[in-house]
């Protein structure tokens, strides 16, 4: 968990957090951190990263001894690798340590357990010695695969607080202990020694009985838990790497005339560089020379592509589609828009609180209460002048039936099922965080470009002067435009040969940089562009037609003049279209209590026009890229909880910052990073699925939770008595996880609202 700093003069520091369990520990560090003199720090459980603002000179060790002192490791990050880097070390699981050896306890206990589990569960299994064979299979897994927990668990006890690892900690090495007692001390290791089927309860001395498998069960559920959840968590910081990606790697540089390919990295603020048609623009700068139309809806959300010249400022990372431009370097570097918005995406990812897990929260109360009944179990016994020996074994029956194996099946299990169900339906949920945050979103805030609408430019409108047909329009324009690489030109030749079919080669044709094109079709030379294109070969549209196109303009669609012949012909509309499905998601949205809000970077018009379509009462426009972040904030700030569904770079640290990110999975990779939810679809009624979907399966996550604790509990005053055999302990075991599984099986038959 963190909570944001107040901004404060001096030098930034990041440390990278190592050996928290929950989001109680990045509280404490946070806590600890902010006591030192002049230093302000912000501490996140998810990312396992601290920044920390300190005076300038301040040394970093001093932090990190800090750290250390409160029971964490702490360090500087490493130099940032090139991804092929990465490749060479084995990928992500094998760079990280941590991860490598969560996997290596787990595969070890998943090995050594399942033996020991079917000894003590089926007597026809267990021969002469096998309580000896089980000690040599679970000792390495209640001591070495279960170290983090037992770690954890003293960390936590210095700091006063109990969590789950507590919890696990107590009750398997409480097991352990006691079966050492039984096997060394009492009659468990007698040759022969079988646990029976006992449905009878009577007081023992339980020096019979061994819980080994209690122990290691509960060991290796846990770990798979916190194995997959782990993973998961990993992938935080690659919305960081997708955003850096999206730049050009080389540069064709001007320098003294002669055109040379550097590394984007050696490129200097003043250089001349070139880019050609189909290029990305290296970095930010302003064209020296040439005209084009650049592609920025990665960045800024705009489907329409923007007419530059020279003296227009251009964005790195965009990529130009039309003709060759000269650019001059303005910004290099992190000063570039593109290394801002990564800034923005680690910022907001840094500082949104982790959901503390909600075993972790019931294992505070119930860690204190089963110490207490245990030595009230001890004291009563001791009081009641019975031996020492039977008050210690029902001590310690309560600490080991406290144990509940279920509560590490718990949430994987319904995280894995509907995980999985969410998979079938197009909804990726990326970790059990993001199922806590859906819990209380009252407000979802929804990009326009890719989102709400399809993010591609459409033929929309024909209009035709009188006399002209239609279809010879369509015919003669969509040809010469075919031959144009624009978005736009693309657009009308696609919808063109959807209205006429194949369309005829143009015998001749040319850009007009700025303008349009012209060309010779079937004979007949054809001009389609700008009205100015049409006004240098002295032809102008008809008054109702002008008035046509200046309606069409201010909705905010392209309008495109078709002449040949010497007269103008016509008109074709352009415009992004909203998704067919767009208005049912709204609506459903409202049906499950949601406020839906648009956020565009497009002009008013336009986002009330596309608001209206689809049943959105509230718009927020002509925002900033960068600004789109401050609007989510602001909204939390008002007391709301906020989902954003967004697909372009320009929403990814909007996504990050929200409580609940939802990207579609056919935008950028970098926004898909960003999210907590990946529509894979692209369909915004999937959206609404995934919300509900995850209330549901948190739903699930908690009824296994009070099951998972009301077995234990249930068998708690049974184990104070005295009475507590090995079979009860497994049956509570084994049952308590059957239910969670088959509870957890039945988020398999949850239904899709979309058609």
């Given at each position: 968990?963190?909570?944001?700093?107040?901004?404060?003069?001096?030098?930034?520091?990041?440390?990278?957090?190592?050996?928290?369990?929950?989001?109680?520990?990045?509280?404490?560090?946070?806590?600890?951190?902010?006591?030192?003199?002049?230093?302000?720090?912000?501490?996140?459980?998810?990312?396992?990263?601290a920044?920390?603002?300190?005076?300038?000179?301040?040394?970093?060790?001093?932090?990190?001894?800090?750290?250390?002192?409160?029971?964490?490791?702490?360090?500087?990050?490493?130099?940032?690798?090139?991804?092929?880097?990465?490749?060479?070390?084995?990928?992500t699981?094998?760079?990280?340590?941590?991860?490598?050896?969560?996997?290596?306890?787990?595969i070890g206990?998943v090995?050594?357990?399942?033996?020991?589990?079917?000894?003590?569960?089926i007597?026809?299994?267990?021969?002469?010695?096998?309580?000896w064979?089980s000690?040599?299979?679970?000792?390495?897994?209640?001591?070495?695969?279960?170290?983090?927990f037992?770690?954890?668990?003293?960390?936590?006890?210095?700091?006063?607080?109990?969590?789950?690892?507590?919890?696990?900690?107590l009750?398997?090495?409480?097991?352990?202990?006691?079966s050492?007692?039984?096997?060394?001390?009492?009659?468990?290791?007698?040759?022969?020694?079988?646990?029976?089927?006992?449905?009878?309860?009577a007081?023992?001395?339980?020096?019979a009985?061994?819980?080994?498998?209690?122990g290691a069960?509960?060991?290796?559920?846990?770990?798979?838990?916190?194995?997959?959840?782990?993973?998961?968590?990993k992938?935080?910081?690659?919305?960081?790497?997708?955003?850096?990606?999206?730049?050009?790697?080389?540069v064709?540089?001007?320098?003294?005339?002669?055109?040379?390919?550097?590394?984007?990295?050696?490129?200097?603020?003043?250089?001349?560089?070139?880019?050609?048609?189909?290029?990305?623009?290296?970095?930010?700068?302003?064209?020296?020379?040439?005209?084009?139309?650049?592609?920025?809806?990665?960045?800024?959300g705009e489907?329409?592509?923007?007419?530059?010249?020279a003296g227009?400022?251009?964005?790195?990372?965009?990529?130009?589609?039309?003709g060759?431009?000269?650019?001059?370097?303005?910004?290099i570097?992190?000063?570039?828009q593109?290394?801002?918005?990564?800034q923005?995406v680690?910022d907001a990812?840094?500082?949104?609180?982790?959901?503390?897990?909600?075993?972790?929260?019931?294992?505070?109360?119930?860690?204190?209460i089963?110490?207490?009944?245990?030595?009230?179990?001890?004291?009563?016994?001791?009081?009641?002048?019975?031996?020492?020996?039977?008050?210690f074994?029902?001590?310690v029956?309560?600490?080991?039936?406290?144990?509940?194996?279920?509560?590490?099946?718990?949430?994987?299990?319904?995280?894995?099922?509907?995980?999985?169900?969410?998979g079938q339906?197009?909804?990726?949920?990326?970790?059990?965080?993001?199922?806590?945050s859906?819990?209380?979103i009252?407000?979802?805030?929804?990009?326009?470009?890719?989102?709400?609408?399809?993010?591609k430019?459409?033929?929309?409108?024909?209009?035709?002067?009188?006399?002209?047909?239609?279809?010879?329009?369509?015919?003669?324009?969509?040809?010469?435009?075919?031959?144009?690489e624009?978005?736009i030109?693309?657009?009308i030749?696609?919808?063109?040969?959807?209205?006429?079919?194949a369309l005829?080669?143009?015998?001749?044709?040319?850009?007009?940089?700025?303008?349009?094109?012209?060309?010779v079709?079937d004979?007949?030379?054809?001009?389609?562009?700008?009205?100015?294109?049409?006004?240098?070969?002295?032809?102008?549209?008809?008054?109702?037609?002008?008035?046509t196109?200046?309606?069409?303009?201010?909705?905010?669609?392209?309008?495109?003049?078709?002449?040949?012949?010497?007269?103008?012909r016509?008109?074709?509309?352009?415009?992004?279209?909203?998704?067919?499905?767009s208005?049912?998601?709204?609506a459903?949205?409202?049906?499950?209590?949601?406020?839906?809000?648009?956020?565009?970077?497009?002009?008013?018009a336009?986002?009330?026009?596309?608001?209206?379509?689809v049943?959105?009462?509230?718009?927020?426009?002509?925002?900033?890229?960068?600004?789109?972040?401050?609007?989510?904030?602001?909204?939390?700030?008002?007391?709301?909880?906020?989902?954003?569904?967004?697909?372009?770079v320009?929403?990814?640290?909007?996504?990050?910052?929200?409580?609940?990110?939802?990207?579609?999975?056919?935008?950028?990779?970098?926004?898909?990073?960003?999210?907590?939810?990946?529509?894979?679809?692209?369909d915004?009624?999937?959206?609404?699925?995934a919300?509900?979907?995850?209330?549901?399966?948190?739903?699930?996550?908690?009824?296994?939770?009070?099951w998972?604790?009301?077995y234990n509990?249930?068998?708690?005053?049974?184990a104070?008595?005295?009475?507590?055999?090995?079979?009860?302990?497994?049956?509570?075991?084994?049952?308590?996880?059957?239910?969670?599984?088959?509870?957890?099986?039945?988020?398999?038959?949850?239904?899709?609202?979309a058609?």
């Amino acid at each position: 968990m963190s909570t944001s700093a107040p901004p404060t003069a001096g030098t930034g520091v990041e440390l990278e957090i190592g050996g928290m369990t929950c989001a109680s520990c990045a509280m404490r560090i946070e806590k600890k951190l902010n006591k030192l003199d002049g230093v302000v720090a912000s501490v996140n459980y998810a990312t396992e990263k601290a920044k920390v603002t300190v005076p300038d000179g301040y040394d970093p060790a001093l932090l990190i001894a800090e750290v250390e002192k409160t029971g964490y490791s702490a360090a500087m990050p490493a130099p940032k690798r090139h991804k092929n880097d990465d490749a060479a070390a084995g990928g992500t699981e094998d760079a990280d340590p941590e991860l490598r050896s969560l996997r290596n306890r787990l595969i070890g206990a998943v090995l050594l357990t399942i033996p020991v589990i079917a000894m003590a569960m089926i007597p026809a299994l267990q021969f002469t010695y096998w309580q000896w064979a089980s000690l040599a299979l679970a000792a390495p897994v209640i001591v070495w695969a279960a170290w983090p927990f037992h770690q954890a668990a003293w960390t936590n006890l210095k700091h006063g607080a109990a969590t789950m690892d507590t919890l696990i900690s107590l009750g398997t090495s409480a097991a352990f202990l006691w079966s050492l007692y039984a096997l060394f001390f009492g009659t468990a290791g007698t040759p022969g020694m079988t646990h029976a089927f006992e449905f009878a309860l009577a007081p023992s001395d339980g020096a019979a009985n061994i819980y080994l498998e209690v122990g290691a069960g509960v060991t290796m559920f846990i770990l798979a838990g916190r194995y997959f959840e782990k993973r998961s968590k990993k992938q935080a910081g690659a919305a960081l790497r997708a955003l850096l990606e999206l730049g050009a790697k080389e540069v064709a540089v001007l320098r003294g005339g002669v055109e040379t390919k550097i590394p984007v990295e050696e490129l200097q603020v003043g250089d001349e560089f070139i880019v050609r048609p189909g290029e990305k623009i290296a970095t930010d700068g302003v064209v020296v020379s040439g005209t084009s139309a650049v592609d920025a809806s990665m960045l800024t959300g705009e489907a329409v592509p923007v007419e530059v010249a020279a003296g227009d400022a251009v964005t790195g990372a965009t990529t130009n589609v039309g003709g060759r431009l000269v650019v001059r370097a303005t910004r290099i570097g992190s000063d570039t828009q593109l290394a801002q918005m990564a800034q923005l995406v680690e910022d907001a990812q840094t500082g949104k609180a982790a959901v503390q897990r909600l075993a972790d929260r019931i294992s505070g109360i119930f860690v204190p209460i089963v110490i207490v009944i245990a030595i009230a179990a001890l004291g009563a016994w001791l009081g009641a002048g019975f031996p020492v020996t039977a008050a210690f074994t029902a001590a310690v029956a309560v600490l080991v039936i406290a144990c509940p194996c279920a509560l590490g099946l718990a949430t994987p299990t319904a995280l894995l099922v509907g995980t999985g169900r969410g998979g079938q339906m197009g909804v990726l949920i990326k970790g059990p965080e993001v199922l806590e945050s859906t819990r209380k979103i009252d407000t979802v805030v929804l990009d326009k470009t890719g989102t709400v609408t399809s993010g591609k430019m459409t033929l929309v409108g024909v209009h035709v002067e009188p006399g002209t047909d239609r279809a010879e329009l369509l015919r003669l324009a969509g040809a010469l435009e075919d031959a144009s690489e624009h978005p736009i030109a693309q657009a009308i030749a696609k919808g063109a040969t959807q209205e006429v079919g194949a369309l005829p080669t143009p015998e001749d044709f040319a850009n007009i940089e700025g303008k349009g094109v012209q060309g010779v079709v079937d004979g007949r030379a054809v001009l389609v562009g700008r009205d100015s294109l049409l006004a240098d070969w002295a032809l102008k549209l008809s008054p109702e037609l002008a008035s046509t196109k200046a309606h069409a303009e201010g909705e905010g669609k392209t309008v495109v003049a078709v002449g040949w012949d010497g007269e103008a012909r016509g008109i074709l509309v352009v415009a992004d279209t909203v998704k067919p499905t767009s208005a049912e998601a709204i609506a459903q949205f409202k049906a499950i209590g949601l406020t839906p809000i648009l956020l565009t970077g497009d002009n008013e018009a336009v986002a009330r026009q596309i608001a209206a379509q689809v049943g959105i009462d509230q718009v927020i426009a002509e925002v900033l890229p960068q600004d789109k972040v401050d609007v989510v904030t602001r909204l939390q700030r008002e007391g709301k909880t906020v989902a954003m569904i967004g697909d372009g770079v320009n929403d990814a640290p909007a996504l990050a910052q929200a409580d609940l990110g939802l990207a579609m999975g056919t935008g950028a990779d970098v926004a898909i990073e960003a999210s907590d939810i990946t529509l894979v679809r692209g369909d915004l009624r999937s959206a609404v699925d995934a919300i509900r979907l995850s209330r549901k399966t948190l739903g699930t996550i908690k009824t296994n939770l009070f099951w998972a604790f009301a077995y234990n509990v249930a068998a708690i005053p049974v184990a104070a008595l005295g009475m507590l055999n090995p079979m009860l302990a497994g049956a509570a075991m084994a049952l308590s996880s059957v239910f969670v599984v088959g509870n957890s099986l039945r988020l398999r038959g949850f239904k899709s609202i979309a058609k």
